[in-house]
């Protein structure tokens, strides 16, 4: 045991930890859902390279078509939920659609409003709706 454990003022601080907070964190835990996104895309090819004095640096593009693909999905304490894939880059208006459409059905009253910074106008209509 670390020395400091034995100091009174710290050994009152876990006792109200383990106690009160704890128990708390433990049932709030469950109802938590964070937002997690990330994006690729298919631009496959070098932008810059060598090449002789006076010619273009010139590559192969496959497929032809550059295109943003993005993944989000919410982490909850005991599963994903509303995984979803878009064939573009995320911007607000995706991102409300994928609350309105993928995330609320998996949600239930006991559930934590959810927070952004986003867009405010359009959580406040998800957070009204949803109670």
């Given at each position: 045991?670390?020395?400091?454990?034995?100091?009174?003022?710290?050994?009152?601080?876990?006792?109200?930890?383990?106690?009160r907070r704890k128990?708390?964190?433990?049932?709030?835990?469950?109802?938590?859902?964070?937002?997690?996104?990330?994006?690729?895309?298919?631009?496959?090819?070098?932008?810059?390279?060598?090449?002789?004095?006076?010619?273009?640096?010139?590559?192969?593009?496959?497929?032809?078509?550059?295109k943003t693909q993005?993944?989000?999905?919410?982490?909850?304490?005991?599963?994903?939920?509303?995984?979803?894939?878009?064939?573009?880059?995320?911007?607000?208006?995706?991102?409300?659609?994928?609350?309105?459409t993928q995330l609320?059905?998996?949600?239930?009253?006991?559930?934590?409003?959810?927070?952004?910074?986003?867009?405010?106008?359009?959580?406040?209509?998800?957070?009204?709706?949803?109670?």
């Amino acid at each position: 045991m670390a020395s400091e454990q034995l100091r009174p003022e710290i050994a009152r601080a876990r006792s109200l930890w383990l106690e009160r907070r704890k128990p708390f964190f433990d049932k709030a835990l469950a109802r938590l859902t964070f937002i997690d996104e990330t994006s690729t895309n298919t631009k496959l090819t070098k932008r810059s390279g060598w090449s002789p004095k006076g010619r273009r640096y010139r590559s192969h593009a496959p497929f032809g078509s550059w295109k943003t693909q993005t993944f989000i999905a919410g982490l909850r304490s005991h599963s994903m939920v509303a995984p979803w894939i878009v064939n573009a880059p995320m911007n607000a208006e995706i991102f409300e659609t994928w609350i309105e459409t993928q995330l609320v059905p998996t949600l239930s009253r006991s559930d934590e409003n959810v927070e952004t910074t986003s867009r405010p106008q359009g959580m406040r209509r998800f957070r009204r709706d949803k109670l």
